[in-house]
């Protein structure tokens, strides 16, 4: 796995995650016959809170970010997305793995919604999140905060 590493998101990445968002849903929307390149580009900025998003650096370029937002009682985990030639090389399952732990030390839930079909799910299944509803675009998903000792693979 490369090195890799999360800074605190500012203003001025809205552009460039934007652009990543457009490009890594646009396989799932089209499928679900939904893509719209603008619309997916302008809700990511109408939504963008720096405050609670990371960008996600490799060998110091941006390759991806994640946001946590507070909810009422939980966090939601959004705006998830890492660059197409990084996924499957474990940067994601580390990432996720980090904001989990914070969670978990916290007692905090996690929620988030993901689209149908999408292979994301997987991962988001493998780190304990349960169905909660769905619909024929999203399937919204919980984790409970664990318990359970942490250990390294």
């Not at 370029?61 to 499957?88: I, K, M, N, S």
Request: charged share 25%.
């Amino acid at each position: 796995m490369a090195e890799w590493s999360i800074r605190p998101a500012s203003t001025a990445d809205v552009a460039a995650v934007a652009e990543l968002r457009a490009e890594v849903l646009r396989a799932d929307l089209e499928r679900l016959g939904r893509y719209d390149g603008q619309r997916v580009r302008q809700r990511l900025r109408d939504g963008f809170a720096p405050a609670y998003t990371w960008v996600v650096e490799v060998g110091g370029v941006f390759a991806g970010c994640v946001a946590l937002r507070p909810g009422t009682d939980a966090h939601w985990l959004e705006h998830f997305y890492l660059a197409p030639q990084l996924q499957g090389s474990g940067i994601g399952t580390a990432v996720l793995r980090t904001l989990l732990d914070r969670c978990d030390r916290d007692g905090t839930p996690v929620r988030l919604n993901v689209l149908q079909g999408s292979p994301a799910r997987r991962l988001y299944e493998r780190h304990g999140f349960t169905l909660e509803t769905e619909d024929p675009v999203d399937v919204f998903m919980v984790r409970a905060p664990s318990d359970e000792p942490k250990v390294s693979m």
